[in-house]
């Protein structure tokens, strides 16, 4: 699986800050809503309307989680999605580690390390 595969699931979390509109994370999440997928942020320092402090408070099955936040803090994310079932992640350059790619491996979550707005674009351009 490659992170174009990734695109073709519906229901999203993009996990970051998703509040702060100079970042990556929110520039994604409003990529993603626009294109048409299911999605909504995790933000685990606030939240707001449509955002989620953690994971088990979305309210939809989660399929793919977008991850654009701090190693450190993404570890414990896997974590959580781990004790949810998830088992996709997109990683976004900057928010992985080796720790997170080995958790991944040992855990049977697909990882894919790749941006969501190239993926998108690339299939807006097919």
């Known amino acids: 699986m490659d992170a174009n595969e990734l695109m073709k699931y519906k229901n999203w979390i993009v996990v970051g800050d998703v509040l702060n509109s100079s970042k ?3 520039k994604i999440l409003n990529a993603l809503k626009e294109s048409g997928y299911n999605v909504f942020g995790v933000n685990p320092r606030g939240k707001s309307e449509d955002i989620y402090l953690k994971l088990s408070d979305v309210k939809y099955k989660i399929e793919v989680i977008d991850l654009c936040i701090n ?7 896997l974590k959580e999605a781990k004790n949810l079932g998830i ?19 040992r855990n049977n979550i697909t990882a894919m390390e790749g941006c969501a707005l190239v993926e998108l674009s690339n299939r807006s351009s097919n």
Not at 71 to 77: R, W
Not at 87 to 105: F, R, T
């Open 24 to 26: 990556y994370a929110y």
């Open 71 to 77: 190693p450190l803090i993404g570890i414990e994310i």
């Open 87 to 105: 088992d996709k992640v997109l990683i976004q350059p900057g928010a992985g580690s080796m720790e997170i790619l080995d958790y991944c491996k």
